[in-house]
Every structure is written in C-alpha cells, then in structure tokens.
C-alpha cells in the first residue's frame, strides 16, 4: 500500500520475454512448451499468432532485405488440441529448421520471425541471394514433414511479427489501459521497478552508474552480486511517455552490454469506489 493513499493497492507485473503460457493438450504431455502469443490485426481471421519463444522473442531486423518463407505443413498425428504441433511436430520442425538454418549460415542467412498456426509453421529466413539456392537444397532433403518455400517481403514480416522493443512498446499500452479499467487515475506516486538480467560482473558497476545518471534509485542486491540480476526503480506517477523514453533507453542500454532488459512492474492504486 502507498503510504496516504486509501483504497485498494494490487501489483502487476509485466515480464517482455515471460508472457507466456505452456502448450498442452492429449498429444503433446511428452513435450511441454512455452509461447508468446499476440493477436495481430494483420490476420482478419482473428488467428492466433504463436512465437516459439525456443527461436525468437520477437523479430529479429534483418541484416539483409532478401528474404523468403518456408511452411511446414503438418500431418493429423503431428497435431494437438487447437490445431497446433504435438510433440511429434514440435521434433520434426524443429529438426527441420537446424537442417536449414545449417545450410543457410554459410551464406549470411538467419531466421528473423516464426509463426506457429494451426496445421502449419511458418518461418522467415533472410540473407543474400546467394543463400536461395541453398535453402531450395535443404528443403529438398527435409523429412517427416512437408515443406514448401516462396519469396517474402520485409512487409509481411513487419506486419506479423513485433520487434523485442515493438512488443515492449505495446505492452507499456496495454497494462496502463488495464490499469486505468481497474479504476487507476495514475496521477498517484508510486513505485515502478525494472529488472536487468545476464550483467557481466566487469560491467555492473558501469550500468548502474547510468541507471543512477538517468534518475533511477538502486536496490540493494543480495549476498551473491555476481549473479543476481540488477533492479532498480523510480518514483513518479504513471505516464506513457515516461515508460516508453525508459523501455527506450533501457532496452538501448542492454544491447550496449549485451544484457536483457526484463520488464517492470507496479501497483495498481484503485479508490474505494473502484474495488
């Protein structure tokens, strides 16, 4: 609770790379999985859009504009609950993908989305010309599930497939909405505390000396400094603009020394009126 504020005080927490469930179903116990799932405007079906969080959190941008689409299409006993891979497909896919992914590397290509929907999976690889004919070798030789392959453009990619920022970005949005429905004005001081992780011992001490430079109190980390993640906060009311110039600098920050920026987390400050 916030010292002077009456009413009804919960926590939300919004994790960018942990919003995620567990695929289960008859089919697929053997092999539990975790996705992230949006749903994209770009599909007027309303299909739900899976990104195996095995491959990718996200798109990644592309170091080349040549790019191509491989399907995987999958047979009855491959499939689950919903239409999505069972343990079966989940392994011929991905056998699949390290077939191809094997085969492009030489030649500069990579994997920069992936989309799981019913039935099928479709993955965007790019690179330079000279990797077509590579993958089109590698595809040939793929087995236990059917693939095909076509010419994609930057577009459909952007249109499907959120960056790590451009999901982070979203989800800033999304929870001050959902706050806001839970009878929040946002003007109240509170507390929003951020979390890095995967901070090199030699470069802890330079990151939080921006952290403090950009306004932000320190927490106090455990006995084991070495591993534990840094967290830091800032007190302020909530304002769009804030978070998204934090995620911002923050996101920028741990691409500088190759750390991952986790998310934040605050209080939901609701009036007695609004329980």
């Known amino acids: ?8 005080v919960q926590k939300i927490l919004t994790f960018f790379a942990m919003i995620a469930g567990t ?3 008859e089919n697929s116990k053997a092999s539990e999985e975790d996705w992230i ?20 959190s996200g798109r990644v941008v592309p170091a080349s504009a040549e790019c191509w689409l491989v399907q995987f299409q999958f047979t009855s006993p491959q499939l689950a609950e919903q239409g999505m891979p069972n343990a079966e497909g989940q ?52 087995q236990n599930v059917s693939a095909t392959f076509r ?22 949005h999304r929870i001050l909405e959902y706050i806001t429905q839970k009878g929040d ?12 992780y995967g901070v090199a011992p030699e470069d802890r ?7 403090k430079t950009l306004g932000f109190q320190l927490e106090p980390p455990s006995l084991d400094i070495s591993r534990d993640p840094i967290l830091f906060s800032r007190l302020a009311p909530l304002e769009i603009s804030t978070l998204d110039n934090d995620v911002r600098t923050l996101a920028g920050l741990c691409a500088e020394f190759n750390c991952e920026y986790d998310g934040w987390e ?3 400050i609701a009036p007695p009126g609004n329980r």
């Not at 609770?1 to 009804?8: A, H």
């Not at 990579?110 to 690179?127: H, L």
């Not at 994609?152 to 989800?171: C, F, G, K, N, R």
């Not at 109240?188 to 505390?193: E, S």
């Open 91 to 142: 392994a011929a896919y991905r056998s699949a993908e390290d077939l191809l992914t094997k085969a492009v590397e030489p030649t500069g290509g990579e994997i920069v989305a992936a989309r799981t929907g019913q039935g099928s999976r479709s993955v965007w690889f790019c690179g330079s010309r000279t990797m077509m004919p590579a993958l089109q070798k590698a595809i040939g030789a793929v």
């Open 185 to 196: 004005d946002l003007i109240t001081p509170r507390k929003t505390r951020h979390f890095i």
């Open 1 to 8: 609770m916030v010292p002077g504020v009456k009413g009804t």
């Open 37 to 56: 799932v949006y749903l994209r405007e770009a599909e007027p079906s309303g299909f739900i859009i899976s990104v195996n969080l095995a491959i990718s």
């Open 205 to 211: 001490r330079k990151i939080e000396t921006r952290l």
């Open 23 to 25: 695929v289960t179903g």
């Open 151 to 172: 010419p994609a453009s930057l577009s459909d990619i952007e249109a499907l497939h959120p960056t790590t920022l451009e999901s982070q970005l979203a989800d800033n």
């Open 266 to 268: 605050t209080e939901v």
